[in-house]
């Protein structure tokens, strides 16, 4: 196991790396666009969807989930692996996985391989959230399937998956650490703030 100084340096830049990979950048220009240059600007699952179809977006969908999750595991790496039964990271690894994670966002929204122009971490939160707390993750998906079938959009039942994730946490984590969570997520309300900014200067 690698001190704690170290293992949080190798979390926090292998994270922020990984988030960087413009995803929707590669896949956009497969398709001959930018998704920063079009529609709502955001180079993210959505604005990929409505320009090229929901088939060219899954590549995206699951890249950007795949960031966040394998940042997760880098700060489980480093930290050598420290989890309960059920897969919820505890003890030493707590800190290198939450600075991964939340490196992996940064990553995602100002990537280092996209001009620091990137999206909103809905996704890389997403699959940060399966590393940190597996059990919490399956039932925010079932949140998610359930709330876009009685609402007939996946709009919906994706919101209220995420917001479902730190609530669902509580029954397998302890209060302070489902906080953390929420300051992950105090960055996509800061991205969707700078989103809507920047359309009302357009």
């Given at each position: 196991?690698?001190?704690?100084?170290?293992?949080?340096?190798?979390?926090?830049?292998?994270?922020?790396?990984l988030g960087s990979v413009p995803v929707a950048v590669l896949v956009g220009r497969a398709h001959g666009l930018d998704p920063r240059d079009t529609g709502d600007r955001n180079p993210?699952?959505?604005?990929?969807?409505?320009?090229?179809?929901?088939?060219?977006?899954?590549?995206?969908?699951?890249?950007?989930?795949?960031?966040?999750?394998?940042?997760?595991?880098?700060?489980?790496?480093?930290?050598?692996?420290?989890?309960?039964?059920?897969?919820?990271?505890?003890?030493?690894?707590?800190?290198?996985?939450?600075?991964?994670?939340?490196?992996?966002?940064?990553?995602?929204?100002?990537?280092?391989?996209?001009?620091?122009?990137?999206?909103?971490?809905?996704?890389?939160?997403?699959?940060?959230?399966?590393?940190?707390?597996?059990?919490?993750?399956?039932?925010?998906?079932?949140?998610?399937?359930?709330?876009?079938?009685?609402?007939?959009?996946?709009?919906?039942?994706?919101?209220?998956?995420?917001?479902?994730?730190?609530?669902?946490?509580?029954?397998?984590?302890?209060?302070?650490?489902?906080?953390?969570?929420?300051?992950?997520?105090?960055?996509?309300?800061?991205?969707?703030?700078?989103?809507?900014?920047?359309?009302?200067?357009?």
């Amino acid at each position: 196991m690698l001190p704690l100084p170290v293992t949080l340096l190798v979390a926090l830049i292998g994270g922020y790396l990984l988030g960087s990979v413009p995803v929707a950048v590669l896949v956009g220009r497969a398709h001959g666009l930018d998704p920063r240059d079009t529609g709502d600007r955001n180079p993210g699952f959505w604005n990929v969807k409505e320009r090229l179809g929901r088939r060219a977006a899954v590549p995206v969908f699951a890249g950007d989930m795949l960031k966040g999750a394998l940042a997760g595991l880098l700060g489980q790496a480093a930290a050598g692996w420290h989890a309960t039964g059920f897969g919820v990271v505890t003890g030493p690894a707590v800190a290198p996985v939450y600075a991964a994670v939340a490196a992996a966002m940064i990553g995602h929204a100002w990537p280092v391989f996209a001009r620091f122009q990137g999206g909103r971490s809905v996704l890389t939160f997403a699959g940060g959230a399966a590393a940190i707390c597996p059990p919490a993750f399956l039932l925010a998906v079932a949140v998610l399937v359930l709330g876009a079938l009685l609402a007939r959009s996946f709009a919906i039942g994706a919101r209220a998956g995420v917001f479902a994730v730190p609530v669902l946490q509580l029954l397998f984590m302890p209060a302070l650490l489902v906080a953390a969570t929420g300051g992950l997520m105090t960055l996509i309300g800061l991205r969707f703030g700078q989103a809507a900014l920047a359309a009302r200067r357009r």
